[in-house]
């Protein structure tokens, strides 16, 4: 490929300056398709009720929950473990060091 050749294929991929002071051209949402519906499309929304007075109503299930944390212990020797109750000294299971634990503020 020639240099020429090359110069005009690259000045096609590129927008030139003049390009940048064209006016914007907007488009209204309301004009824009909907997505078909397909059977291989995963729903991301609920199924949503309109009410009486044009609001939108859906329900969900609240249910309790657990919270538990855990805290990453890590020795000098580099191994690293976790614990949802650590002590303020424990042993490390890779060198045998007792491994002393600052508290967190």
Request: hydrophobic letters at 35%; aromatic letters at 10%; one cysteine or more.
């Amino acid at each position: 490929m020639r240099l020429k050749d090359w110069l005009n294929d690259v000045s096609e991929k590129f927008y030139s300056v003049s390009d940048r002071f064209k006016p914007t051209e907007y488009v209204d949402y309301h004009d824009v398709p909907d997505d078909t519906e397909s059977p291989y499309r995963a729903r991301v929304s609920m199924a949503v009720d309109l009410g009486d007075e044009g609001v939108e109503v859906s329900e969900r299930e609240i249910v309790r929950g657990d919270m538990q944390m855990v805290y990453a212990i890590r020795c000098p020797c580099g191994r690293r473990w976790f614990d949802t109750a650590p002590e303020r000294l424990q042993v490390c299971p890779k060198c045998g060091k007792a491994v002393l634990l600052q508290p967190l503020d």
